[in-house]
């Protein structure tokens, strides 16, 4: 009786999106268009925070946000109102973004005239952390509702991130919090990651972001 053959066949779509996703980061890179993705669970203020983000920043270079979502296009709208460039990306019911959809939305928004391109990418915590957009750094935020334990239920996440976002901190005293375990918990899983406390309703944190952003683009072009 033959042997059966195994294919790896979810290797193989990582290895070829990380191949895909290099390319991006190069032409990112020489254009000087420096990109972010951002990952949350729904509801975490992933577009709030962008929103006081734009406000500082918009001003200062040229922005472009790429709203995914599996349908509405609820959060591109509401960043065209801020006064930047916005697009929606519908996903079919995909879960995450890889770097040839990354790509396809850079084209739509004419990222080759941007400074600062931000992917929203699909809430959720598991998917879009496996795969890599081509983005110049990850950044996932964590609001205070959500709990101080998702470093642990979600490794992957936090050891792909360069930045963690705790936000929500305005509402820390109606939730049972522990700040300092929830960083522990991070630099657990990532001693690098830099993390920011953040109110993208107060304010509270906004300036500290966009110091961290304004760095991050200079270093970038340097």
């Not at 065209?80 to 959809?101: N, P």
Request: charged content about 30%; glycine content about 6%; aromatic content about 6%.
């Amino acid at each position: 009786m033959d042997s059966v053959r195994v294919i790896e066949i979810k290797k193989s779509i990582f290895e070829d999106n990380d191949l895909e996703a290099r390319k991006l980061r190069n032409k990112l890179k020489n254009r000087k268009t420096f990109l972010i993705n951002l990952m949350s669970s729904p509801g975490s203020g992933k577009t709030t925070t962008l929103k006081a983000v734009c406000r500082k920043l918009k001003d200062e270079m040229k922005i472009g946000i790429m709203e995914a979502d599996i349908d509405s296009t609820v959060d591109a709208e509401a960043m065209a109102k801020e006064g930047v460039r916005s697009i929606q990306l519908h996903t079919g019911g995909m879960c995450h973004l890889d770097a040839g959809m990354t790509e396809q939305g850079l084209v739509e928004i004419k990222d080759e005239e941007l400074d600062f391109v931000v992917l929203e990418n699909v809430g959720n915590l598991v998917c879009p952390a496996e795969f890599d957009t081509g983005a110049a750094k990850n950044v996932s935020i964590l609001s205070v509702p959500e709990g101080d334990d998702k470093p642990l239920k979600y490794p992957l996440m936090y050891q792909v991130a360069d930045l963690l976002i705790i936000n929500k901190i305005d509402t820390a005293s109606f939730f049972d919090f522990d700040f300092e375990a929830c960083e522990k918990a991070a630099k657990m899983r990532n001693p690098d990651i830099k993390i920011i406390k953040i109110s993208a309703k107060t304010g509270e944190g906004i300036d500290e972001l966009c110091d961290w952003i304004r760095n991050e683009v200079k270093a970038w072009n340097a």
